[in-house]
């Protein structure tokens, strides 16, 4: 089992950039792909991003794709999300999540964090 604690949210302006972190702790985090989900108020969770245990494949949710990038330190069993041009449609809660398996589905993830916070005004 592993798990998941997110970090670096926080209120910025449109245009402005975050980095999200997910410390993992547990099992041998090289083992597990890992994924980026968010979730708006009243609205449904969304895939983000994903990342396989290497680190060599990556996929992005069109909506994000060119602002926001997954990368992944095994070594320091850590997944970052960089966000950059962030817009007001990019508020949400961010959870980091982990399967042996790399997918773009929520379901496919058995562990997750508890999220955290990125709010973007206009």
């Known amino acids: 089992q592993v798990q998941l604690v997110e970090s670096g949210g926080g209120l910025v302006q449109a245009g402005d950039s975050l980095r999200l972190s997910c410390a993992a702790s547990?099992?041998?985090?090289?083992?597990?792909?890992m994924g980026w989900f968010r979730q708006a108020p009243g609205k449904e969770r969304e895939f983000v991003s994903a990342?396989?245990?290497?680190?060599?494949?990556?996929y992005y949710a069109d909506s994000v794709k060119g602002r926001l990038t997954i990368s992944r330190d095994n070594a320091k069993n850590t997944v970052y999300l960089q966000m950059n041009s962030l817009k007001p449609e990019d508020t949400a809660v961010y959870y980091c999540?982990?399967?042996?398996?790399?997918?773009?589905?929520?379901?496919?993830?058995?562990?997750w964090g508890q999220g955290t916070q990125v709010t973007v005004s206009s």
């Open positions: 547990g099992r041998t985090f090289s083992r597990y792909a």
């Open positions: 999540a982990a399967d042996l398996r790399y997918s773009s589905q929520s379901s496919e993830y058995d562990y």
């Open positions: 990342i396989s245990r290497t680190g060599l494949s990556t």
